[in-house]
């Protein structure tokens, strides 16, 4: 079965400041990877996804997130921080087989963005 | 342009009431999802549906039963609730296999 791994469900930085949300997945092989963000009382939209391919992938708002495969990683990064990031970030997975997408969540790291 | 539209937005249930959270996607999207999501937990899939006719359990489906109507729409009923189901309720669809998924804006339901 496969599993996502989210370091820190708190992270908190200064506006202007590098952000670095880390996600490790588990998986028998390569799978599919997104980053989701949620704001308060909102669904969860994609900021991003890696299927194949180039393996920085950039998404909305000057995040990107790369696909490093020896390590099983997918972290998320921006290099600078805006007040309007404050949100909570979510890392998924989803394997290659089936017909639908089924997507396995992390536990979500909350972001605080302070002055 | 609603994309996915939940209702209701919220509800308050006595234990053992019943219950239908509704589901609709103007996208045209082949396959669609529940997840309940609480603290500290992220999102968990409940049930979902590959396409239409065809439905199938994900990690926690005990206590739910679906119906997916016809492509549009896929319903969740919990037909006697108990304090454990309280929780956000997220529908999504996506338009099929390793596709991202687009949510609505949840269904905040508390069972007392």
């Known amino acids: 079965a496969q599993s996502v791994t989210q370091l820190g469900s708190h992270v908190s930085v200064s506006e202007g400041a590098l952000v670095l949300l880390r996600c490790n997945y588990s998986?028998?092989?390569?799978?599919?990877l997104f980053w989701y963000v949620q704001y308060p009382n909102q669904g969860l939209q994609l900021l991003l996804k890696y299927t194949t391919g180039a393996t920085l992938v950039k998404g909305i708002n000057g995040f990107e997130a790369e696909f490093k495969k020896s390590e099983t990683s997918f972290h998320l990064t921006k290099p600078s921080a805006h007040m309007s990031d404050a949100a909570e970030y979510f890392c998924a997975v989803s394997d290659r087989d089936g017909t639908a997408s089924k997507l396995t969540f992390g536990t979500g790291t909350r972001l605080q963005v302070t002055l | 342009n609603a994309g996915v539209t939940q209702t209701p937005k919220f509800q308050v249930l006595k234990t053992g009431q019943s219950m239908t959270l509704q589901c609709a996607q103007d996208m045209n999207h082949n396959s669609m999802y529940w997840y309940r999501q609480d603290p500290g937990m992220g999102l968990r899939l409940i049930y979902y549906?590959?396409?239409?006719?065809?439905?199938d359990k994900g990690e926690v489906p005990n206590g739910y039963n679906v119906s997916r109507l016809n492509k549009r729409e896929f319903s969740l009923r919990l037909e006697s609730a108990a304090p454990s189901q309280t929780s956000v309720y997220f529908c999504?669809?996506?338009?099929?296999?390793?596709?991202?998924?687009?949510f609505g804006d949840g269904t905040r339901l508390s069972i007392l």
């Open positions: 999504a669809s996506s338009e099929g296999r390793n596709q991202p998924q687009h």
């Open positions: 998986s028998s092989v390569p799978p599919y």
């Open positions: 549906s590959a396409s239409e006719g065809t439905t």
